[in-house]
T-cell receptor, first 114, second 113 residues
């Protein structure tokens, strides 16, 4: 079956702009989580959606937001981009919420803010 | 405050020998632990997990050990192969934070032929 698909793979934006990233989970997976990976901070949890509802949120400013659609696809949005938002943004999907074989990750979207 | 720590940024091992990757955690509420492997330009790939009610879980060449009293887990890879060269992340989770994996900063494993 198809894996987690993230689009676009690469993105270059200018400081102050906004950006929307997309994630299509594995078919049947209702939970979608987003993570930011940077060299200094590693992988940090942004938020998780389950059945169109945000269930958990990490410690990121309000410029970072997300949503989930009825088909479980998810988008995250970053407004007023800062240079420090340059990172690999990873989406992960799962069929259950916790404690099992997997959150399956996509290959990520590499965002560069200039 | 880092709740999941991987204190060794890198590890180099000879092919055929054992690789041991370590992870420490501080939050006693964690009840599930996972190891992921990551190649450059790819997302992390799930390797193996362990519930806090167990102290060992095996899957082929990969074994994870959990020492709850020491808040320590380790991943053993035996025998190590060059294809195992990647960054390994330890992650933890607890029932009240479904979907929220707390990751360590990773250990880069290099397996030399």
């Amino acid at each position: 079956k198809a894996g987690v698909t993230q689009t676009p793979r690469y993105l270059i934006k200018t400081r102050g702009q906004q950006v929307t990233l997309s994630c299509s989970p594995i078919s049947g997976h209702r939970s979608v989580s987003w993570y930011q990976q940077t060299p200094g901070q590693g992988l940090q949890f942004l938020f998780e959606y389950f059945s169109e509802t945000q269930r958990n949120k990490g410690n990121f400013p309000g410029r970072f937001s997300g949503r989930q659609f009825s088909n479980s696809r998810s988008e995250m949005n970053v407004s007023t981009l800062e240079l420090g938002d340059s990172a690999l943004y990873l989406c992960a999907s799962s069929s259950l919420g916790v404690g099992f074989s997997g959150y399956t990750f996509g290959s990520g979207t590499r965002l560069t803010v200039v | 405050d880092q709740q999941v720590k991987q204190n060794s940024p890198s590890l180099s091992v000879q092919e055929g020998r054992i690789s041991i990757l370590n992870c420490d955690y501080t939050n006693s509420m964690f009840d599930y632990f996972l190891w992921y492997k990551k190649y450059p330009a790819e997302g992390p790939t799930f390797l193996i997990s362990i519930s806090s009610i167990k102290d060992k879980n095996e899957d082929g060449r990969f074994t994870v050990f959990l020492n709850k009293s020491a808040k320590h887990l380790s991943l053993h890879i035996v025998p190590s192969q060059p294809g195992d060269s990647a960054v390994y992340f330890c992650a933890a989770n607890y029932g009240g934070s479904q979907g929220n994996l707390i990751f360590g900063k990773g250990t880069k494993l290099s397996v030399k032929p």
